[in-house]
Nanobody
């Protein structure tokens, strides 16, 4: 079965950096686009970033563009989210998702359990 396991969350101060990882198993990793989403209580899930199976295409949500970078290592079945210049409003649970189509990540069947990121001011 498909498993996505996020790691790397934590508590940091505004301006700090953090790198999240999502390790995938049970699927042909290079055939799947991967994405990061985040959610805080009472708010809708927000798209953060996505990357195509080969890594050639990336997309970012407007609030993180220029600060976050998504990447992947297909040899390690892992996708990363480098987060720089973190702000308190980046505080959320971050989830990774897998889908064969980068445009359909929000409707993915495969999601991780999430990792908490807390940014203090």
């Amino acid at each position: 079965q498909v498993q996505l396991v996020e790691s790397g969350g934590g508590m940091v101060e505004a301006g700090d950096s953090l790198k999240l990882s999502c390790a995938a198993s049970g699927l042909t990793f290079r055939s799947y686009a991967m994405g990061w989403f985040r959610q805080t209580p009472g708010k809708e899930r927000e798209f953060v970033a996505a990357i195509s199976g080969t890594g050639a295409m990336t997309r970012y949500g407007g609030s993180v563009k220029g600060r976050f970078t998504i990447s992947r290592d297909n040899a390690k079945n892992t996708v990363y989210l480098q987060m720089n210049s973190l702000k308190p409003e980046d505080t959320a649970i971050y989830y990774c998702a897998a889908n064969k189509y980068i445009t359909s990540l929000a409707e993915s069947d495969y999601w991780g359990q999430g990792t908490q990121v807390t940014v203090s001011s």
